[in-house]
């Protein structure tokens, strides 16, 4: 998996992005400045502590949107690029809920992958939203970035798939029609660990692709998370 291929069980961390300009709680006053200051010590802390990526996200962006603003995807890249120096370790991408905009946010920044939701339909806080998988593979061979490494995540937060197959078969069925290189399993909401029996069913799908615990990993968990999860 791109840089991160060789590691074993890699730990990915977030760095979570204050609300970005446009966002109904950006901060004006701080402005960039001090959305920049605070992933900077956030990256400082992660690395310290020895992490084996992060991944930069507009967490902060709430009400979340499916597509993304041009304000709030200039910004990220601003800040990424403001941020990039301070890197040791490889960085990914995650704009959410916009796969495309993930992509190309990518491009533009050099990130090693993204993470995002590529497959499915579902109901959420954000009204019923399907992401367009085709739409993300094409704009990132478009961009000559065949090498980016996509993290399909298949169980959304905030939102229930409207697709009542098991989760096992809905995996193993993105991995096939939509060329994912990662599945990521997911709990109900931010935070919360993803239910092991799901990573487990998961993983006994989906063969040689990689399977990651996607939210929810804590310091008391994370031993057990990787008996079965591969990062």
Known sequence: MSSISGLKKPIIAMVHFSPLPGASLYDPGGGMGRIIASAAKDIAAL????????????????????????AALAAMAAAIGELKPLLKVPFGVNYLWDP?????LAAATGADFVREIFTGVYASDMGVWAPDAA?????????????????????AEFSDALDRRPIALRARSAVFSSLADVICVSGAMTGEGAA?????????AVGEVPVFANTGVRIDTVADILKIADG
Do not use: C, H, W
């Open 196 to 204: 092991q029996s799901d990573l487990r069913s998961v993983k006994e």
């Open 135 to 155: 739409g993300a593979l094409e704009e990132r061979a478009r961009l000559g970035r065949r090498d980016l490494t996509l993290m399909f995540n298949i169980n």
């Open 47 to 70: 690395q310290a502590g020895g992490v084996d990526a992060v991944m930069f996200g507009n967490e902060g962006d709430r009400p979340y949107r499916t597509r993304a603003t041009f």
């Open 100 to 104: 495309v905009a993930s992509v190309a």
